[in-house]
């Protein structure tokens, strides 16, 4: 077998639909109608979305070969096998929505450009080829799939304690499918600045200054205790001849549910770990994608796996409840998916094993405990002391942080639990809460800078 | 069966726990980097639990988990009073006045001084 090597990026070239130059991005908005960017919010008014994230990450290049909101018909591909027009595979609705008043007051029709503003400023233009309504609740519905469509893996039916769902049932009914162009390149405020690489750069990255010939990616929407950095440590060793050059830490930042952690100290906590050296720098690199995370669980795994292909990785990390929240999903739902393919999502085969699919390699993994009779952590599937077993429970950590004790060493490294406590102490809370979500819409991860668009 | 809440002895407990019937229901976890006590709960009081707190959930070890801290807090209250672990009754007996301490919890919680 020969040596791996970086994959292409899916749909074999990156998307790269930033304009640059002053002149140029002028031009292409002058004129246009314009419609300043707005979150989705929940039933409550509480901000779940905001589609500047969707924008970033289309015209950046993390969706590749995706363009820009789905027409109708490729919205319905989406659905039904989860391919693009183009035939590539890809996971998730990707829409601009607008109410039917703002529909109305805008006046727009297809074929016109829509300059999109930002905290006020101009920052994209959306090329409107299709104006189209949907159902939100049977996009919503259709998105995540029904135990009885989708029996292999669908356990319960969404619902409203779904933040995924909620999220597109929440979309507003009037679709623009077109291509998004981003014509004044927002600034990333600190700490984010430090971690955004996107693909062609973070590609550049891998290659030329990290040297890695094989990386592989960890998904990650949480501050990493002991078991995380084991389970990248361990997983790290899969490669081919040698284990993997360098590990991609890839954080999403956006609306997340209530009771994760704020988006800066996971970025920060992960950057602790190689700053501090539990995994040296050589070997480790911080980054992020925005999305608000839909908790799609194998649906979103898909997503993941475009992601990280794009960025340059050749290997991807796989756990139990992959992305998932509640037990919507089997537990197993994205190795399932990554090991024999999921018919009725459209994958009679793995995504990495079918035409048009994935290049990226999956490396599933089960979990990590602490084990008292071995004294160390243990990786479940080697550790034969299953009823001695500790587990990092997510929600026993969360407890333990919350009481304000200062975990052991084992279950957090003192300077990632630091990290929480310095964002603790900037929002009053070391979680997720309506608060922070409202913050968040308001400020966002950027500013953007003012550029004046001719009227004419 | 019973299920169980997770009461975290550090230090400042620890000192609260010395010398009392209570001392010998802690257990090390994480080898000893960590002292718990585990209070069992019997399952209709659980029950009263989850309901009384929307996020609250039993994780796959059989522990009440994602409660308030305000709740923690009160059932080592309780337990230093009784010197007991059988407290559940009059930890539901002050449900009202947790719910309300609670509801702040939603919106702050005082972070540790670390250094």
């Known amino acids: 077998m020969p040596l791996l090597r970086m994959p292409p990026p899916h749909g074999g070239k990156l998307v790269d639909s930033v304009v640059k130059n002053k002149d140029r991005a002028e031009k292409l908005a002058a004129g246009c109608v314009r419609f300043e960017l707005k979150p989705t919010t929940d039933a409550k008014g509480v901000p779940i979305r905001h589609v500047y994230r969707e924008i970033m990450s289309v015209c950046y290049g993390f969706f590749s070969p995706l363009e820009g909101s789905m027409v109708r018909e490729e919205l319905e591909r989406v659905l039904k096998e989860r391919r693009l027009l183009s035939e590539w595979i890809f996971p998730y609705p990707i829409l601009f929505d607008v109410s039917e008043e703002d529909y109305k007051a805008l006046g727009v029709k297809e074929g016109d450009r829509l300059l999109l503003t930002l905290k006020g400023q101009p920052f994209a233009t959306l090329d409107i080829e299709e104006i189209y309504k949907i159902d939100p609740i049977d996009v919503a519905t259709r998105t995540f799939g029904t135990p009885e469509k989708n029996p292999e893996v669908v356990r319960q039916p969404f619902d409203d304690k779904h933040p995924g769902y909620v999220i597109y049932k929440f979309h507003q009914p009037v679709i623009f499918g077109g291509k998004y162009t981003i014509i004044n390149e927002p600034k990333f405020k600190e700490p984010y600045d430090r971690f955004w690489f996107p693909p062609a750069k973070c590609r550049e990255v891998i290659k030329n200054v990290k040297k890695w010939r094989t990386c592989i990616a960890h998904q990650t929407r949480n501050v990493p205790h002991v078991g995380h950095e084991m ?180 279950i957090f490294r003192p300077e990632v639990y630091k990290v929480i406590v310095k964002w603790w102490k900037v929002y009053g809370y070391p979680f997720v809460n309506n608060k922070y979500l409202k913050l968040k819409a308001q400020e966002l991860e950027v500013d953007v800078p003012p550029l004046e668009i001719p009227k004419a | 069966m019973p299920h169980f809440i997770g009461v975290i002895i550090d230090e400042k407990r620890m000192e609260k726990i010395k010398g009392t019937p209570l001392e010998k229901e802690i257990k090390d976890m994480f080898g000893g980097a960590l002292k718990m006590i585990a209070v069992p709960i019997p399952e209709e009081k659980s029950k009263e639990v989850l309901k009384a707190f929307d996020k609250a959930r039993i994780d796959s070890r059989g522990y009440i988990e994602d409660v308030p801290v305000a709740f923690r807090r009160a059932v080592f209250e309780e337990m230093i009073k009784a010197k007991s672990l059988n407290i559940i009754d009059n930890v539901l007996a002050r449900i009202s006045e947790i719910q309300e301490a609670a509801k702040k919890e939603d919106e702050y919680i005082p972070p540790p001084e670390v250094e």
Not at chain 1, 236 to 241: C, L
Not at chain 1, 281 to 307: A, F, K, Q
Not at chain 1, 332 to 345: C, N, V
Request: proline fraction near 6%.
């Open chain 1, 231 to 410: 389970l990248m440590k361990c997983a790290a060793f899969t490669g081919d001849v040698e284990p993997c050059g360098g590990i991609l830490v890839n954080a999403i930042i956006g609306a997340k549910r209530k009771g994760d952690y704020p988006d800066e100290a996971i970025l920060e906590g992960h950057e602790a770990v190689n700053k501090y050296g539990y995994i040296k720098p050589e070997r480790h690199i911080v980054t992020m994608t925005l999305w608000d995370m839909r908790y799609g669980n194998p649906i979103e795994s898909l997503l993941h796996g475009i992601i990280r292909q794009n960025m340059g990785c050749t290997h991807h990390m796989f756990g139990r409840d992959h992305a998932a929240v509640g037990e919507y999903y089997d537990m197993y739902a994205t190795q399932i998916l990554w090991t024999k393919g999921i018919p009725s999502f459209g994958f009679e085969a793995p995504p990495n094993e079918v035409d048009y699919g994935l290049k990226i390699l999956p490396q599933n993994m089960a979990e990590f405990w602490y084990c008292p009779k071995c004294g160390e952590v243990a990786y479940s599937e080697t550790c034969g002391h299953s009823k001695e077993k500790q587990k990092f429970s997510g929600s026993f950590v969360r407890g333990i942080v919350s009481e304000g004790i200062f975990p052991p060493n084992v």
